[in-house]
């Protein structure tokens, strides 16, 4: 079946650095994509989305990039903080309005 | 604004027994729906509805019932819990599935 999925399980990064987590999908039907972060113990949180007239989209601090010609996704977060440190999804809306989660991929901030 | 509440926070049920897990939200959202997160692993969606009267399967239905009754709520039924359905269930809202999404805090269940 199409599914959202991750490269990287876990990402350590210095504080100070910028991080980038990717995201591979399969289903070039998706036309919204979103990041959610999730604390321990918590609910996922929304992060930011992208649909899929654009290619780069920028909040602060991060910014998602869309690449649909290889269907991947990724999230930049630029000078990463210890309140950095979860667990990052991407997620797709399908043409069901469905919204489907990747595996997600652990982010550990060494101060 | 509560935002989306769940209770119970905990529960633990032996085989066979049935439970509600209660989602409200205040935020006069449309979309509503139900995901399971098993450790490790992201969130399967388990049902949602679009307003209330609308109910509809996501990736993982079976062993699940919904209602929505009412915009605020959408509580999800557990007909016979089986081990298998030991996870976290978050519950979530927004004004439509293309909009940003709201979570719960979750539920944490354990069947034995």
């Known amino acids: 079946g199409e599914s959202v999925g991750l490269h990287l399980p876990t990402l350590s990064v210095q504080e100070g650095d910028n991080s980038i987590i990717n995201c591979a999908y399969s289903?070039?039907?998706?036309?919204?994509f979103i990041w959610y972060k999730q604390e321990s113990g918590k609910g996922p949180q929304f992060i930011i989305d992208?649909?899929?007239?654009?290619d780069k989209r920028q909040g602060q601090r991060v910014t998602v990039l869309l690449n649909k010609t290889v269907k991947h996704l990724s999230l930049q977060i630029a000078a990463t903080q210890p309140g950095d440190s979860a667990v990052y999804f991407c997620?797709?809306?399908?043409?069901?309005?469905?919204?489907?989660f990747g595996g997600g991929t652990r982010l550990m901030v060494k101060p | 604004n509560a935002g989306v509440t769940q209770t119970p926070k905990f529960q633990v049920l032996k085989t066979g027994q049935s439970m509600t897990l209660q989602c409200a939200q205040d935020?006069?959202?449309?979309?509503m729906s139900w995901y399971r997160q098993d450790p490790g692993m992201g969130l399967r969606l388990i049902h949602y509805?679009?307003?209330?009267?609308?109910?509809d399967q996501g990736e993982v239905p079976n062993g699940y019932n919904v209602s929505r009754s009412t915009t605020e709520d959408f509580p999800l039924r557990l007909l016979s819990a089986a081990p298998s359905q030991t996870s976290v269930y978050f519950c979530?809202?927004?004004?439509?599935?293309?909009?940003?999404?709201?979570f719960g805090p979750g539920t944490r269940l354990t069947v034995t």
């Open positions: 992208i649909r899929s007239n654009m």
């Open positions: 979530a809202s927004s004004y439509a599935p293309t909009y940003e999404q709201y």
């Open positions: 509805s679009v307003g209330a009267g609308i109910t």
């Open positions: 289903n070039s039907a998706s036309d919204y």
């Open positions: 997620a797709e809306i399908n043409a069901g309005n469905m919204l489907t």
């Open positions: 935020m006069n959202h449309e979309y």
